[in-house]
T-cell receptor, first 112, second 112 residues
Framework: AQRVTQPEKLLSVFKGAPVELKCNYS??????LFWYVQYSRQRLQLLLR??SRESIKGFTADLNKGETSFHLKKPFAQEEDSAMYYC??????????????FGKGTKLSVIP | EAQVTQNPRYLITVTGKKLTVTCSQN?????MSWYRQDPGLGLRQIYY???????DKGDVPEGYKVSRKEKRNFPLILESPSPNQTSLYFC???????????FGSGTQLSVL
């Protein structure tokens, strides 16, 4: 079974400090990994995914297959980064196994 | 405007009274799914659908039914709701497995 672990329920950092939101996964195949974000009073939305290897709003995430991790990082936190962050894993094996598993989420609070 | 629409936003019901939460998308997406969000448990997938008439169970399907008779609609049915189904429910869709999910605004369900 696939599993996504986000060890921190809450992470508080000062504005301008580096941020790292941890995500570890367990899955025997080749996963697709995502970070989703939910700002206050807004819908969940995709932040980034590992296959695109892009930087969104200053955030990056690298898939480390050896450590089975997909940590989200940003060098300098901004107040507007305060939100709930979810790591998610998608697998597909053969004909249409589109099951998507989310971690329990980490609430990031950026202190002014 | 491209979006996923869920109705209703809020629903209070009693144990055993059948209910349906509707979900509709106007983006011609193949993939649709339902999640429930509970404090401390994050998002858990209930059911998903890869296309019309193709559905499969997620992590927590017990007590729920779905149907996908048309591409744009993916209703969630609770035949006999119970208090442990009190939760915040999200519908989401994407073009296919590897594309980002678009989320609805959520349905807060309370079963008394």
């Amino acid at each position: 079974a696939q599993r996504v672990t986000q060890p921190e329920k809450l992470l508080s950092v000062f504005k301008g400090a580096p941020v790292e939101l941890k995500c570890n996964y367990s899955y025997s195949g080749s996963p697709e990994l995502f970070w989703y974000v939910q700002y206050s009073r807004q819908r969940l939305q995709l932040l980034l995914r590992h296959i695109s290897r892009e930087s969104i709003k200053g955030f990056t995430a690298d898939l480390n297959k050896g450590e089975t991790s997909f940590h989200l990082k940003k060098p300098f936190a901004q107040e507007e980064d305060s939100a709930m962050y979810y790591c998610a894993l998608s697998r597909g094996s053969g004909a249409g196994s589109y099951q998507l598993t989310f971690g329990k989420g980490t609430k990031l609070s950026v202190i002014p | 405007e491209a979006q996923v629409t869920q109705n209703p936003r809020y629903l209070i019901t009693v144990t055993g009274k059948k209910l349906t939460v509707t979900c509709s998308q106007n983006m011609n997406h193949e993939y649709m799914s339902w999640y429930r969000q509970d404090p401390g448990l994050g998002l858990r997938q209930i059911y998903y659908s890869m296309n019309v008439e193709v559905t499969d169970k997620g992590d927590v399907p017990e007590g729920y039914k779905v149907s996908r008779k048309e591409k744009r609609n993916f209703p969630l049915i609770l035949e006999s709701p119970s208090p442990n189904q009190t939760s915040l429910y999200f519908c989401a869709s994407s073009l296919n497995r590897d594309e980002k999910l678009f989320f609805g605004s959520g349905t807060q369900l309370s079963v008394l």
